[in-house]
């Protein structure tokens, strides 16, 4: 099939067949905290608990699967800093294909473990993505190996589109489908496959894409009519942090995807401890912005919602990081600064208006050497506990209740 090629019903449902040897059905669970949250029925489709931890398999093993025998042979490369590449080196494992997959200098341990683990060779290189990819490239090219891309294949796009017949079999009566977008893959094969069989079943379906606010290309791409290449900022949802959408499902989500959102990096970590805490879920920052996007009320949703879960990878000591990150953007974890005079009693009174209010000191800093502190001044900094906004204010208001003058402070 041509890269140019639009895909068929029949396209997405033989590979459905194709996919099926390797990647699982992953389960589809109702959100009762988001189903009571918005008013109507949201499910979640938990490709975070696919092998691999991601969907990014289902994409790899369809491209690698068409390989021809001597292709197989000249074996296969892949430049990932995470999901693509577990997906690549497991789908390359169960074909009998030998795979190198380039990761940057930087990529967490356990995904370059994970890598590993799955059977391929790992090249650290690059201490960016694009030198990690430029590497890639250069090694395909001197040893002809075939290159794996990510998402702009169409061969990539009808495995990943498989996620959404799944959801359209899981759930029948769905009447949106929201997925995380990065570089389109997903996204364009979910939008294309659901629309497809809705049409067939006599049904509508609204598909609504959602980006990361620091790398959301598809915005500036689709009111420019093309693929446009945006500066990324710094975002916790690396695995969707992709600067120019691919050709290939560009077109397709032109065509198929009702809007797309943003969401803030604050919006994606508290989206990630709701779904630890209300769903038990595990999910990393690219694939919770759904969620995020809901608990925004980025979009104003009817009928049944299906919640696409992509992936969940995450380093553990980035999800430390983003608990407590989104701990503050929900209001439950405060930090607060207190001046104080540099005598005996004073720490004492401070905790007992944080006790009166109810609330808990995790970390307490305290210093005779910051700056603006008189030499008769000491600054006490209070990570605290809180159970919301209210709760905060509470605390607050205790602490200036006591005669101290308190000041939020940034985490």
């Known amino acids: ?10 396209d997405f449902q033989r590979v459905a067949k194709t996919v099926s040897g390797i990647a699982i059905k992953t ?5 009762d905290y988001l189903t009571e949250l918005s008013g109507s029925k949201v499910s979640f489709k938990c490709e975070n608990l696919q092998r691999t931890g991601s969907y990014k398999l289902r994409g790899a093993y369809n491209i690698l699967s068409k390989l021809s025998a001597a292709d197989k042979k000249k074996g296969v490369v892949a430049a990932s800093a995470g999901n693509h590449a577990q997906g690549v080196a497991y789908a390359a494992e169960q074909l009998g294909i030998k795979a190198t997959i380039f990761m940057p200098i930087g990529a967490s341990l356990p995904k370059y473990q994970a890598t590993l683990d799955f059977g391929a060779k790992v090249v650290l290189a690059g201490a960016i ?36 017949l799944e959801i359209m079999e899981q759930l029948p009566d769905v009447d949106n489908i929201l997925v995380c977008l990065g570089g389109g893959g997903l996204t364009a094969g979910v939008a294309t496959a659901a629309k497809l069989l809705a049409k067939q079943r006599g049904k509508k379906v609204n598909v609504y894409a959602v980006q990361a606010e620091a790398a959301a290309a598809y915005p500036v791409s689709l009111k420019a009519g093309k693929p446009t290449e945006i500066k990324i900022s710094p975002t916790i949802a ?18 198929n995807v009702d809007k797309v959102v943003t969401v803030t990096e604050d919006e994606i970590a508290r989206a990630m401890v709701v779904l630890m805490e209300k769903a038990k879920m595990v999910v990393e920052a690219g694939g919770a912005v759904g969620v995020a996007a809901i608990l925004a009320k980025k979009l104003k949703l009817k009928g049944t919602t299906a919640v696409i879960l992509s992936g969940g990878n995450i380093d553990p000591l980035l999800l430390q990081r983003v608990i407590r990150h989104g701990l ?12 104080l005079p540099d005598r005996p009693g004073q720490l ?5 208006a944080v006790a009166a209010a109810g609330a808990n000191v995790v970390e307490v800093l305290h210093t005779r050497h910051g700056n603006g502190l008189q030499i008769s001044e000491v600054e006490l900094d209070l990570s605290i506990e809180t159970r919301g906004k209210e709760h905060r204010d509470d605390v607050f208001a205790a602490l200036k209740k006591a005669g101290l003058s308190p000041r939020m402070t940034q985490d």
């Open 238 to 255: 690396d695995g969707i942090a992709v600067a120019k959408p691919g050709k290939v499902p560009f077109d397709l989500i032109a065509k």
């Open 129 to 164: 993505f694009d030198d990690t990819l430029r590497a890639a490239q250069e090694f395909t090219k001197k040893t002809g190996a075939i290159f794996i891309p990510p998402f702009d294949h169409i061969d990539v796009v009808l495995g990943q589109g498989t996620v959404g």
């Open 27 to 31: 389960p589809m669970l109702e959100s």
């Open 328 to 339: 503050a953007a929900s209001d439950r974890y405060t930090n607060i600064a207190v001046m």
């Open 348 to 352: 004492v009174r401070t905790a007992e």
């Open 1 to 10: 099939m041509a890269p140019t090629t639009t895909p068929t019903l029949d």
